[in-house]
C-alpha cells in the first residue's frame, strides 16, 4: 500500500481507514478483519468492565453495532477507542443484570516464569500470592476504579484512549487514576478478608 | 516473609503500576477466535449477524446490501455466484424489508397497481449474474455467459433447482400453463424454487434471443392470493411502465434496464425473486396466480402469447 501524501494517524494502521471504507460499502470480509484485529482487545475490555459477564456476548453486539453505526465513525479518528466505547457500554449494560460477582481471576496454568526473561527484582514481588493478593484488591474496587486501572495498565490504552474508551474528559483520566490507585492500597491495607467497599 | 498485602500497599504509585502490569499478564482473559479448542469463533459470528441484518444507510445502500456481497459496487465474482446459487430466503425477507421502506417513502406517489400488486421504482441492486462472475454491470444486450452453456439451458437465471416439466407441474400446486404455440410446445427446462415455476425456452424461428445466451422464453408461474400478496417491482429510471391488459386480466409491461421484484407469500413470507432478468417482462395476474413473461418479442407479440397459456 502506497502511503506518500498520506498523514499517519497516531494509534491506527492506515490499513484501518481502508478498511473502515470498505466496510462502509458493505464490504462484509473488509469489517470481519477489522473484527480479527481487534476482538482480543474487545474481550479483555469487556471482561474487566464486567468481569462476571459473559464478554463475548458482549463484544458480539458491540461489534455488530459498530458496524450499523459505521457511517458515524469519523474516518480520520482512531478506531480502536471508538470501538472500545461501544464495547465498554454493552459490558456495563450486562452488568447491571449479573448478581453474584466473583471478579477478575488468575489463569489456572500460571506461568510462572516468563519465557523471555528471568524475573526482574521488581517482579519478584509479584511471585506466588502477591498476584493474587492484588487481584483480589483489584476485585474489591468499585467498577469505575477497575476500568480505569483496567484500562490503563492491563489494557495498556493511552490516557487519550482510556478516556474515549470508558466515556470520561481527558483532563480526568490522570486524577481518577490516582484516587484508584489510592483506593487500591486501602483495599491492601485493609484487614485480611472484607474488602473495605465504600 | 513478607507479607504481600502490606508489602504491595507500600508501594508508590509508579511501582504498583508495574505490579498491576505484570498482574495483567496472568489474568485470565477469555480469548476470542480459535485459540482455544471448540471456541465459537467471534468474528465469524459477528459477519453471520452483520449479513442477516442491513447496514444503516441509505435505502440504496440497504438494496445493495440486500443483492448480496459483492453486489452493484464490484458485480465480483462472490456476489454473482452467491445470486446464482439462490439466496437464502432471509435475504428475501430484508429486501423485502428495504423495499417496503422504500414504498413507504413513495406511497401515494405512484397510482400504479394491480390487485395485490403495487409497482415502486427505484435502481435495480444489482446487475446481472453472470456466469463468470467478471462481467461488469452495464445492462447491455451484448453480455455474455461463457459458462452459461454448461448448465442446463437458463441454469445462470437463478430460477431454482432444475427438474422435469411434470416435477414442476406435481410440486406448484396450481395448473401450469404453457402457450399453446405449436412451435413452442413444452420447455426445454423447467425450475423449481419452492412452488415457484420457471419454464424456459431455447430461442428458434419466430422467438429470438434474449440477454441471456440461448434463452428465447422464460415465463414464471407463482401462486397467490391477490388479497394477501402483493408483489413489489422495483425499476430503474431507464425502465419504461406500460399498463396493459392480458385476457381481460390486469398486468403491466416492462421494458428497458433490469428490475427486480419481490412477493410476500400469504404465509407473509417475503421471498425475493432474484432470479435475473433477461429481457422485457409482462407481469400480469388471472385469479390467484401471477405470471411473468419474458422476451425480446416486443409488447403485442408477448401479451399474445401470454393470452394463449392454457
Do not use: C
Request: proline residues 7%; hydrophobic residues 40%.
Amino acid at each position: 500500500m502506497g502511503v506518500s501524501g498520506t498523514v499517519k494517524v497516531e494509534g491506527r494502521p492506515l490499513e484501518d481507514a481502508a478498511l473502515i471504507e470498505r466496510a462502509r460499502t458493505g464490504e462484509v470480509m473488509a469489517y470481519e478483519e477489522l473484527v480479527r484485529r481487534y476482538q482480543d482487545v474487545a474481550v479483555r475490555t469487556a471482561h474487566i468492565v464486567s468481569p462476571d459477564g459473559d464478554a463475548e456476548d458482549a463484544v458480539q453486539e458491540a461489534f455488530v453495532k459498530a458496524y450499523a453505526a459505521l457511517s458515524r465513525f469519523r474516518i480520520d479518528a482512531p478506531f480502536r477507542p471508538w470501538l472500545l466505547r461501544i464495547v465498554t457500554n454493552e459490558a456495563r449494560n450486562r452488568r447491571r443484570s449479573a448478581g453474584r460477582r466473583a471478579g477478575l481471576a488468575l489463569r489456572i496454568a500460571e506461568d510462572r516464569r516468563p519465557d523471555d526473561a528471568a524475573p526482574s527484582p521488581e517482579s519478584a514481588v509479584l511471585a506466588g500470592e502477591a498476584r493474587a493478593t492484588l487481584l483480589a484488591a483489584v476485585n474489591a474496587l468499585r467498577d469505575d476504579d477497575r476500568e480505569i486501572i483496567g484500562a490503563r495498565y492491563f489494557l495498556e490504552l493511552s490516557e487519550t484512549e482510556a478516556a474515549e474508551a470508558l466515556g470520561i474528559p481527558r483532563g480526568t483520566v490522570k486524577s481518577r487514576l490516582s484516587r484508584a490507585l489510592g483506593r487500591l492500597r486501602e483495599q491492601l491495607a485493609a484487614s485480611d478478608g472484607g474488602p473495605a467497599r465504600d | 516473609m513478607t507479607e504481600p498485602r502490606q508489602a504491595l500497599g507500600a508501594l508508590p504509585d509508579d511501582e504498583l503500576a508495574k505490579a498491576l502490569r505484570e498482574l495483567a499478564t496472568s489474568v485470565a482473559f477469555p480469548s476470542p477466535g480459535a485459540t482455544t479448542p471448540g471456541a465459537v469463533d467471534l468474528a465469524a459470528s459477528v459477519r453471520r449477524r452483520i449479513e442477516q441484518r442491513p447496514p444503516r444507510g441509505s435505502i440504496w445502500q440497504r438494496l445493495r446490501w440486500a443483492a448480496g456481497p459483492g453486489g452493484a459496487q464490484t458485480g465480483a465474482a462472490i456476489g454473482a455466484q452467491s445470486r446464482l446459487g439462490g439466496r437464502p430466503i432471509r435475504r428475501g425477507v430484508v429486501l423485502a424489508l428495504a423495499a417496503l421502506l422504500i414504498l413507504a417513502a413513495v406511497a401515494g406517489a405512484v397510482g400504479l397497481g394491480l390487485p395485490g400488486l403495487r409497482i415502486i421504482f427505484g435502481q435495480p441492486p444489482s446487475p446481472q449474474p453472470t456466469a463468470g462472475g467478471s462481467q461488469p454491470s452495464q445492462t447491455g444486450a451484448s453480455r455474455v455467459t461463457p459458462s452459461a452453456t454448461l448448465a442446463p439451458l437458463g441454469g445462470s437465471l437463478a430460477l431454482g433447482d432444475a427438474v422435469s416439466f411434470a416435477e414442476a407441474q406435481r410440486q406448484a400446486g396450481f395448473d401450469v400453463v404453457l402457450p399453446t404455440d405449436p412451435d413452442l410446445g413444452q420447455p426445454d427446462a423447467s425450475y423449481l424454487n419452492g412452488q415457484r415455476v420457471g419454464l424456459i425456452w431455447a430461442t428458434r424461428p419466430g422467438l429470438p434471443g434474449t440477454q441471456s445466451p440461448g434463452v428465447g422464453l422464460v415465463i414464471s408461474e407463482f401462486r397467490g392470493n391477490v388479497d394477501e400478496r402483493y408483489f413489489e417491482k422495483i425499476l430503474g429510471p431507464d425502465t419504461t411502465l406500460t399498463r396493459v391488459t392480458v385476457g381481460g386480466s390486469p398486468g403491466y409491461w416492462i421494458s428497458g434496464a433490469p428490475h427486480f421484484f419481490f412477493y410476500i407469500d400469504p404465509n407473509g413470507q417475503a421471498v425475493n425473486d432474484d432470479h435475473a432478468t433477461v429481457g422485457d417482462v409482462l407481469l400480469w395476474t388471472k385469479g390467484d396466480v401471477t405470471y411473468r413473461l419474458e422476451t425480446s418479442l416486443g409488447m403485442a407479440a408477448a401479451i399474445r402469447l401470454a393470452e394463449s397459456l392454457r
